[in-house]
């Protein structure tokens, strides 16, 4: 069965600081790339930052690039996301997603398995 649970979603006021957690089963976790997705309300679904299983490649969007920082923790089963200077355009939910494969590739990541998703609200 797989599982991921985010945590650490919130409100905070622009230039603050959030770290999102995703804590997964080693089933779900184990050989496999890790990402972040956002959606605002209104917009399309974007990836925001990915990570590979070795944790020696990292992708990150055009947006959050210099931001946010994506790490993972494979004792812990964990996969975090740090984001800095946060921006009013950073509001959105957040979701965490484990990948199929063990390397990036973002145009099947959403193939994988889906958490339900964290609030994160940046506000002026």
């Known amino acids: 069965q797989v599982q991921l649970e985010e945590s650490g979603g919130g409100l905070v006021q622009?230039?603050?600081?959030?770290?999102?957690?995703?804590?997964?089963?080693?089933?779900?976790?184990?050989?496999?790339?890790?990402?972040?997705?956002?959606?605002?309300?209104?917009?399309?679904?974007?990836?925001?930052?990915?990570?590979?299983?070795s944790g020696g490649r990292t992708y990150y969007a055009d947006a959050v690039k210099g931001r946010f920082t994506i790490s993972r923790d494979r004792a812990k089963n964990t996969v975090y996301l740090q984001m800095n200077s946060l921006k009013p355009e950073d509001t959105a939910v957040y979701y965490?997603?484990?990948?199929?494969?063990?390397?990036?590739?973002?145009?099947?990541?959403t193939l994988g398995s889906w958490g339900q998703g964290t609030q994160v609200t940046v506000s002026s």
């Open 96 to 109: 965490c997603v484990a990948d199929i494969y063990s390397e990036i590739n973002i145009a099947t990541m």
């Open 14 to 53: 622009a230039g603050g600081s959030l770290r999102l957690s995703c804590a997964a089963s080693l089933r779900t976790f184990r050989g496999v790339a890790m990402g972040w997705f956002r959606q605002a309300p209104g917009k399309e679904r974007e990836s925001v930052a990915a990570i590979n299983w």
